[in-house]
C-alpha cells in the first residue's frame, strides 16, 4: 500500500492546467496522434475564424476600391504640395477622412489573429511540457516498481527503453521535438531549458532516480551518434522550409489584397516605403521559419497547416472577387 501510494504521487504531481492544452489533449483521445490531432485543431479553429478572415478581406477590398477612387485628387494633393510635406499630409488625411477612407478598418481581425496565434502557441508548449514531464514521472514508477521486485540493471535499463515511444507523426520520430537533425529523445539540458530547441519543463516532484538514469535507455537507443548519423535525426528540416515557404506565399497575396495607399510626401519616400515592406516580406517568413527551428514540430505543423488553409482561403476568395468584378463590368 505504502508503494502504490508512491507511485501514484509521482505521475500526480503532472497536471495540465492551460486552457487550450486541455482541448487539445480532449481532441487527441478521439485523433489519438499529437500530429494529426494538431492537423484537426488546425482546421477546426481555421473555419472558426473564417468569418473574421472574410470580413477582415471585404475591409481591404473596401479601402482598395475608396483609395483607387481618390488616387487622382491624391496625385493632384501630392504635386500641388511637394515642397511642404506637413502640409500634404495634413490635406491627405483630410482627404482619406471625408472620403470616408479608414486605413485601421483592417486591423481589429489582425490583431484578433495575432492574440489567438500567441494563445495557441502557449497551448501547445504546455502539452509539450506536460507529455515529457508525464513520460518521466511513469518511466519513475516503472523504475520503482521494477527496484522494489529486485529486478537487476540490465532488466530495468532494457525495461525503460521499451517504455519510452516517442510520438512520431510522418517523417518526423517525435512531434515534442523539432524537425531538424535534433535528437529523439531530449536531454536533461533539453527538458530544462527555455532556449533553443529547449523544452521548458521541470522535473515531478518525489522521482526516485535520476533523469539520466530514467531517459538514458531511450537516449543510448533512440539519439544519434554523431549529427552526420542522419537515419537517427528527428527531423529533416522539412516544416521549417515549409514554414517559410508557405508564410512568404500568404503574405505575398495577403498584400496584394491591401489597399495601395501611395501616401509618401516625395518619390524618395514612396521608395523608402517600398523598400521597407520589401524587407518586411522577408523578414518576417524567416524569423517564423526560426520558430519552427526552436521549438517542437508540432507547433511548426499548426503554423504550416494555418498557413496552407490561409493562402487556399485567400486564392478562393480572389477568385469569387474576380469574377464578381468581371459580371459587374459586363453588366
Known sequence: MAFMTLLASTVDQVEMTNLVGKLLLLLREGVGNFGWTVVVFTIILRFALLPLDIWQKFSMRKQQKKMAALQPKLAKIQKQYANNPEM??????????????????????????????????????????????????????????????????????????????????????????????????????????????????????????????????????????????????????????????????????????????????????????????????YIMPLMLGVFAIMYSAAFAIYYVVSNILSTLTSVIFNLIIKKVDAKSANA
Open 88 to 281: 500634404l499630409r495634413q490635406k491627405q488625411y483630410e482627404l482619406q477622412r471625408s472620403s470616408g477612407v479608414n486605413m485601421l478598418a483592417s486591423c481589429l481581425p489582425m490583431i484578433v489573429t495575432m492574440v489567438v496565434f500567441f494563445v495557441v502557441f502557449a497551448g501547445f508548449r504546455a502539452l509539450v511540457v506536460y507529455d515529457n514531464q508525464l513520460i518521466v514521472a511513469r518511466l519513475n514508477d516503472a523504475y520503482n516498481e521494477m527496484v522494489a521486485a529486485g529486478a537487476s540493471a540490465e532488466e530495468i535499463n532494457a525495461h525503460l527503453a521499451a517504455m519510452y515511444q516517442p510520438e512520431g507523426w510522418l517523417w518526423i520520430k517525435n512531434v515534442h521535438m523539432s524537425d531538424i537533425g535534433t535528437n529523439v529523445i531530449p536531454s536533461y539540458e533539453n527538458f530544462i531549458s527555455s532556449g533553443w530547441g529547449g523544452i521548458n519543463a521541470t522535473l515531478p516532484n518525489g522521482l526516485s532516480a535520476s533523469y539520466e538514469t530514467l531517459v538514458g535507455p531511450a537516449m543510448e537507443v533512440y539519439n544519434k551518434q554523431s549529427f552526420w548519423d542522419v537515419a537517427r535525426w528527428n527531423g529533416y528540416f522539412i516544416l521549417p522550409i515549409l514554414a517559410i515557404a508557405t508564410s512568404f506565399l500568404s503574405t505575398m497575396l495577403l498584400q496584394k489584397m491591401q489597399p495601395q495607399t501611395n501616401m509618401a510626401a516625395d518619390a524618395e519616400q514612396q521608395k523608402a516605403q517600398q523598400k521597407s515592406m520589401k524587407m518586411m516580406n
